[in-house]
């Protein structure tokens, strides 16, 4: 995915879901998701309580803020 060049897109608008395996009624499965971004998320959260996250930029540079802090 190339970085947003028309309008403000944040983390949370600019995720894509590429592909998945399993699902709810397995109880087992992952998803692979990119993003891209080109504007701060400020004073917006972003709650995953279902798994694990694994974020990594190509570009650029990312500050995540855990609810518990640095």
Known sequence: ?????EGEV?????IKTMMGNG???QREGLA???YAANKSMG?????????DF???PVEGRLDIQPEMGK
């Open 1 to 5: 995915m190339e970085i947003p060049t």
């Open 10 to 14: 944040d983390f949370v608008q600019g």
């Open 23 to 25: 699902g709810p009624i």
């Open 32 to 34: 692979l998701h990119v």
């Open 43 to 51: 004073r917006t959260a972003f709650v995953n309580s279902d798994g």
């Open 54 to 56: 694994l974020i990594v």
